[in-house]
């Protein structure tokens, strides 16, 4: 078992929020949780959702689950929300301004489907922020991790269900470029070296890099073959 590491901000660096995007099957989770053990970041407090949670989910370790009915009783009280795979996630004020509480004195991650902007705006611009997209190359990748999730959770998922997530996803991919770095889950003994090297350069004063590590805006062409793979014909997969 990996060895928990505890890493300590230099003196004059400011907390950083890292914001992370991921599409279905990507593996963001995993990473998200990996990064909060390892002692780089603390993890946000747990969203709502309008969808109902997997077996493999317990209320209030990630998400809350609410009623779109619910939500639309409280307007007011929602900092945050966007809509994927046709479910409302979000954060209501009280989340926030417990984010903002722990970036006094420590890093943290969230897990969001509002872009980096959203979070400038909800923030003030008080905090820097780094923004993270998780995806691997081959989109089938993504989809067939998917599956095996759901099978070893004992969800049922349909081929209708298969074809809406990649639709989803070949949508969710497109604004990768709104993000600082693409995180290649393609093979996950990469995924923690990298997010480690992109944390420590930010927020602990490290001046080395892992060498996968790349900015979107270094990455231009590998972004745009990315932006083609997920351009796929979903006739393809109508066969599962």
Known sequence: MEKEKNYEIQPGLT??????LGVSGAGLTTAVNRINKLGLAELAPPQFVTRKLRLNEKRGDQYYP???????RVPNQIALQS???????????PAINRIQHTLQTKNVVVDSGNPPS???????????????????ENPFIAIN????????????ISAEDVLKRFQGNAQMIRLIREYDYWVDTTDFAYVVPVLESIVKVHSFGSRSKHPKVKSVPE?????ARLLENYKINLTDYISL
């Open 15 to 20: 907390p950083t929020l890292y914001v992370c």
């Open 66 to 72: 609410v009623t779109k009915e619910a939500l639309s």
């Open 83 to 93: 809509e994927f795979y046709g479910n409302t996630y979000g954060f209501f004020y």
């Open 118 to 136: 959203d979070w400038h705006a909800i923030l003030n611009n008080q905090f820097p922020i780094v923004s993270l997209f998780f995806a691997p």
């Open 145 to 156: 991790r998917v599956i095996k999730r759901d099978h070893g959770a004992k969800d049922i």
């Open 219 to 223: 990455s231009q062409d590998a972004i």
